[in-house]
């Protein structure tokens, strides 16, 4: 090994020996080491989105302990149990859908900014941050740019228990595109 390299190679090994994953370094405590364990745990993520569209209302799920094909489910459409047509031009719609990897996996920390990270509240048993989220796809960045985040932290558990993007204002992201109102909050529940 070069001497060069033993400054590098030390690090690797103190931040394996302490437990501080590279993208939460730096990040304040106890908010680092919540990221870095819901990064190691995403892949056994379960979840449920409700979404609107031109289809209608639905609401599907998503189990990564199910085989592949059964991973994702339409549990209700339109507030009511899926007929079998629903179910049909679910699947046909939504068909990539189905062969992609886990949803929801991102890393928590790439989607915040950690230079704009605050603390706005903090309880016994919480802690809030404000943050401005940030993408790496440039489109994404310049939607993201209208948008604030706030992430509720558990800091009992320290877990990580709400992220929410909103924005404050009316923006276009695109010609002959208005957004009055977006929001998207993801709750998080842990189970045992």
């Not at 908010?31 to 979404?51: D, F, G, P």
């Not at 310049?142 to 923006?171: C, P, Q, W, Y």
Request: no cysteine; charged share 30%.
């Amino acid at each position: 090994m070069k001497i060069s390299h033993i400054p590098a190679a030390l690090a690797m090994v103190l931040t394996t020996l302490v437990g501080v994953d590279a993208k939460t370094s730096g990040w304040p405590e106890p908010l680092a080491e919540a990221l870095e364990a819901m990064a190691h745990q995403q892949a056994n993520y379960a979840y449920t989105r409700e979404a609107w569209d031109d289809l209608g209302h639905y609401v599907e799920r998503f189990d990564p302990s199910k085989p592949r094909s059964d991973q994702w489910q339409l549990v209700s459409f339109d507030d009511a149990e899926p007929k079998e047509e629903h179910r049909n031009r679910y699947a046909k719609e939504y068909e990539g859908l189905f062969n992609r990897d886990h949803p929801a996996d991102i890393e928590l920390a790439d989607l915040i900014d950690r230079e704009s990270l605050s603390v706005t509240e903090s309880t016994p048993t919480t802690i809030t941050y404000r943050f401005k989220p940030r993408a790496e796809d440039p489109d994404d960045q310049k939607f993201m740019s209208h948008v604030d985040g706030t992430l509720l932290l558990d800091t009992e558990k320290n877990l990580v228990k709400e992220i929410r993007l909103a924005n404050s204002k009316k923006f276009s992201p695109a010609a002959m595109v208005s957004i009055k109102k977006f929001s998207l909050t993801m709750n998080f529940d842990f189970v045992n």
